[in-house]
């Protein structure tokens, strides 16, 4: 069974840093495909980023480019996003999905229409 958990969110003031962390299980972890995604209450989920868990490969929303960081321990089946120079736009919670429909490759097309397998959520509070 195919499991993912996010930690990690919290509130943190405008221009602070978090970083999420996202535990897989249940899969082979070099064959999938993990990305972050967010939802702000009232507002359409979007793709944060996503990585290639075989090469490391990464995509980024333009909305978060030069401020966010995706990462992976294969070691540990663990993606973790940090987050630098938060805004309060940045508020939502944040779901860790996995997909591996591309044999690991990772695309921006996942990034835009989503993917496979969801964790339940992480909030994430920036104050102005």
């Known amino acids: 069974e195919v499991q993912l958990v996010e930690s990690g969110g919290g509130l943190v003031q405008a221009g602070g840093s978090l970083r999420l962390s996202c535990a897989a299980s249940g899969f082979t972890f070099d064959d999938y495909v993990i990305g972050w995604f967010r939802q702000a209450p009232g507002k359409e989920r979007e793709g944060v980023s996503c990585i290639s868990s075989s090469d490391g490969s990464t995509y980024y929303a333009d909305s978060v480019k030069g401020r966010f960081t995706i990462s992976s321990d294969n070691a540990k089946n663990t993606v973790y996003l940090q987050m630098n120079s938060l805004k309060p736009e940045d508020t939502a919670v944040y779901y860790c999905?996995?997909?591996?429909?591309?044999?690991?490759?990772?695309?921006?097309?996942?990034?835009?229409?989503?993917?496979?397998?969801w964790g339940k959520g992480t909030l994430v509070t920036v104050s102005s």
């Open positions: 999905a996995a997909d591996g429909r591309t044999g690991g490759i990772a695309t921006m097309t996942l990034l835009v229409y989503g993917m496979d397998y």
